[in-house]
């Protein structure tokens, strides 16, 4: 089993960062600056087409995003407004494939 990384200033720098990083996006205001559907909002998240409905309920059976939705949400948006500004090979590294896209 190879030696972990030992976590540098630079590493540990980028983990703080990380821990404090703000970025999200609700399914509100993803779905009012995308033409998705609920089902295609489920898809980004790995939910349930009726936990996301619920996201958009009102009353006492409303649900509620987690974090892990927001941020799903917010990475979606950025790849939608950025997709073709990111290099080739940040693409292969995150496992995109130009045929699929």
């Given at each position: 089993m190879p030696k972990p990384h030992s976590l540098?200033?630079?590493?540990?720098?980028?983990i703080q960062l990380y821990s404090d990083w703000d970025f999200s996006m609700t399914p509100t205001q993803f779905y009012a600056k995308w033409?998705?559907?609920?089902?295609?909002?489920?898809l980004i998240c790995s939910r349930s087409d009726s936990t996301v409905r619920g996201w958009f309920r009102n009353g006492q059976n409303r649900r509620y995003p987690t974090h892990s939705?927001?941020?799903?949400?917010?990475?979606?948006?950025?790849?939608?407004?950025?997709?073709?500004?990111?290099p080739e090979q940040v693409l292969q590294w995150l496992n995109f494939h130009n045929s699929q896209a």
């Open positions: 540098q200033m630079r590493e540990l720098r980028l033409g998705v559907s609920y089902e295609q909002i489920a939705d927001l941020l799903h949400l917010a990475l979606m948006d950025f790849f939608l407004e950025h997709f073709e500004e990111i």
